[in-house]
């Protein structure tokens, strides 16, 4: 088992180009979700998935889209980059059991110019 | 939503001391409270949890106690060791059950002086 994988680790954009971080997990959890961390704020959640097909917003969405075509992939787009994301970026998945461990990526650090 | 405090910040300490870490939570529906271990450069990593049916739970040297009526958990680390050294986050789900989504305290950067 690979675990949560994620891609790019590291990607520098300039403000108003778009990209999507990358995120794919090999143990069958329903549930994902995507994080951002910034110094001092701890992690704050962006977006998450029950399930395939089915996606909600965080506490942070502004800025960012998500989709769910399969259970195994989450992939987070960012549509115009801003210098206020840069940031690092942890993709996570747990079972579909309430209260289960979350599984982190190694995470992707994302500098906007 | 839920919001989680989370105290202190830093924390130094001595090897071979205990460490405590308190949070605090904002919705009383919340049932399960997670603590993450996370070393410089890499992703957190679950070390202990609890659900709302007990007080305490032991793993070792690590322990977490919650009170639900006072709406806080804390993290205590025994003997602390220097590989304990790491920052440290609490988190709690809004609405009672995870499915997924957690809010984190702000971290707390434990620092364990050999």
């Known amino acids: 088992n690979a675990g949560v994988t994620q891609t790019p680790k590291f990607q520098v954009l300039k403000t108003g180009q778009s990209m999507t971080l990358q995120c794919a997990q090999d143990?069958?959890?329903?549930?994902m979700s995507w994080y951002r961390q910034d110094p001092g704020m701890g992690l704050r959640l962006i977006h998450y998935?029950?399930?395939?097909?089915?996606?909600d917003q965080g506490e942070v969405p502004n800025g960012y889209n998500v989709s769910r075509s399969t259970t195994e992939d989450f992939p987070l787009r960012l549509l115009s980059a801003a210098p206020s994301q840069t940031s690092v970026y942890f993709c996570?998945?747990?079972?579909?059991?309430?209260?289960?461990?979350?599984?982190f990526g190694p995470g992707t650090r994302l500098t906007v110019l | 939503g839920e919001n989680v405090e989370q105290h202190p910040s830093t924390l130094s300490v001595q090897e071979g001391d205990s460490a405590v870490i308190k949070c605090t939570y904002s919705?009383?529906?919340?049932?399960?409270f997670p603590w993450y271990k996370q070393e410089l450069g890499k992703r957190p990593q679950l070390i202990i949890d609890?659900?709302?049916?007990?007080g305490e739970k032991k793993d070792q040297r690590i322990a977490v106690t919650l009170n639900k009526t006072a709406k806080h958990f804390s993290l205590h680390i025994t003997e602390t060791q220097p590989e304990d050294s790491a920052v440290y986050f609490c988190?709690?789900?809004?609405?009672?059950?995870?499915?997924?989504?957690?809010?984190f305290g702000q971290g707390t950067i434990l620092t364990v002086h050999p």
């Open positions: 143990m069958n959890h329903e549930y």
């Open positions: 998935s029950v399930g395939a097909g089915i996606t």
């Open positions: 988190a709690a789900p809004a609405g009672g059950t995870s499915y997924g989504k957690l809010t």
């Open positions: 609890i659900r709302s049916n007990v």
């Open positions: 919705d009383s529906a919340s049932n399960y």
């Open positions: 996570a998945s747990s079972y579909s059991s309430p209260d289960n461990e979350q599984f």
